[in-house]
């Protein structure tokens, strides 16, 4: 009696064990539809990952609940990362610059799972570390220039730093770029006297790079002397009604603020905006513009634009500013930059004309 008890006891068992493994079978579903067309292309630290879109009849839809892409991380874990079955794209952050094996998949609501699909790719660097490989640290009027490309299109921080050597205190300022040529400056250092200048890049996620430094000696702002310099053209001058040398753009440029260039006005009235334009003879550092008015005369431009160019051809914003109608030179403060040209644009005045005694640049060669 005791065997029969013990052997039916066993067979109940196998019975169970049959029908529970039969019950998960069932319980798992018919298997999701399989991603088609499944591509993969590395990103900066990350991996893009497209597929065509699988339909949304309600039979899809009842059997497909997301889609799961798993690849095993730095640490030898293994990370899933699951995505809407709404879309058809996903982008895996996070990672470094080494060969993945990622996994794909679908997966239905009661946990059947489509063919998989197998893609080994290798991400870009991070972006904080791609950008601090190009970062430069050079010498600029009184600080640093500090320059980086960003070819990721994503917003990073590029934190520099100095000791400053009067007080012995850090000066810090951050940048925040998405720009793909990005500069900032660092001032108020002394000039002529050797600073090491400390750069790190940090993401979103605030990963930050290791640093990258240089040992700069600052530029001393001075007044650049006109020997070489000429006039690269002009829009427009007074060439009669003003005498011999008045009126005319090499009056701008002469040394002499009794002296100034004049917009056209006997021949024509020609309107705003007026431009003259200065070679310099060679690259300069230029931090300052100082333009003094005609003197005694308070019937010229209000408003000024500053332009810049190392070619003569391609020329660069540099701001527009208001002008005041006044005898004492005018300071115009922009970001210290190497250039072989300016142009000093008259955009706007009381009347159609405008003028000039003088233009002086200040930084260094």
């Not at 065509?52 to 609940?65: E, V």
């Not at 063919?115 to 190009?134: G, R």
């Not at 010498?139 to 990721?152: D, F, L």
């Not at 660069?316 to 000093?344: C, H, I, M, R």
């Amino acid at each position: 009696m005791l065997h029969k008890k013990l052997l039916l006891g066993i067979l109940s068992g196998i019975i169970f064990f049959y029908l529970t493994s039969c019950s998960k079978k069932e319980d798992a579903g018919a298997p999701p539809p399989a991603l088609s067309n499944v591509k993969g292309a590395p990103g900066y630290g990350e991996a893009i990952f497209t597929w065509d879109a699988i339909g949304r009849s309600p039979k899809d839809s009842a059997l497909y609940l997301y889609t799961s892409i798993s690849y095993t991380d730095t640490t030898g874990n293994t990370i899933e990362q699951k995505f809407s079955r709404y879309t058809d794209t996903a982008v895996i952050g996070s990672l470094t610059d080494k060969p993945y094996n990622f996994t794909i998949k679908t997966v239905g609501p009661q946990g059947a799972v489509s063919a998989v699909t197998t893609l080994s790719l290798t991400p870009k660097p991070p972006v904080y570390i791609a950008i601090a490989s190009t970062i430069k640290i050079t010498a600029s009027i009184g600080g640093a220039r500090v320059a980086w490309e960003n070819n990721s299109g994503k917003t990073v921080i590029v934190n520099a730093a100095y000791t400053d050597p009067a007080t012995n205190k850090v000066v810090s300022k951050a940048f925040t770029s998405a720009a793909q040529q990005g500069v900032g400056f660092l001032s108020g250092m002394p000039g002529g006297s050797p600073v090491t200048v400390v750069v790190t890049v940090t993401d979103i996620s605030r990963r930050q790079s290791n640093p990258v430094s240089a040992s700069i000696t600052p530029l001393v702002e001075v007044k650049l002397p006109k020997s070489g310099w000429s006039i690269a053209g002009f829009s427009d001058q007074e060439d009669g009604g003003e005498g011999p040398v008045n009126g005319y753009a090499t009056a701008a440029i002469d040394g002499n603020i009794n002296t100034f260039w004049h917009t056209t006005w006997s021949s024509a009235e020609t309107p705003y905006p007026h431009w003259i334009a200065v070679n310099i003879g060679q690259a300069a550092t230029i931090s300052r513009f100082g333009l003094v008015n005609r003197q005694n005369n308070n019937g010229g431009q209000t408003e000024i634009q500053l332009m810049a160019s190392t070619d003569g051809q391609t020329w660069t914003d540099l701001g527009t500013f208001p002008f005041v109608q006044k005898n004492a030179e005018q300071f115009f403060s922009v970001p210290p930059q190497s250039w072989k040209y300016v142009k000093v644009v008259l955009t706007k005045g009381p009347n159609f004309f405008g003028f000039l005694g003088e233009i002086n640049l200040y930084g260094a060669l």
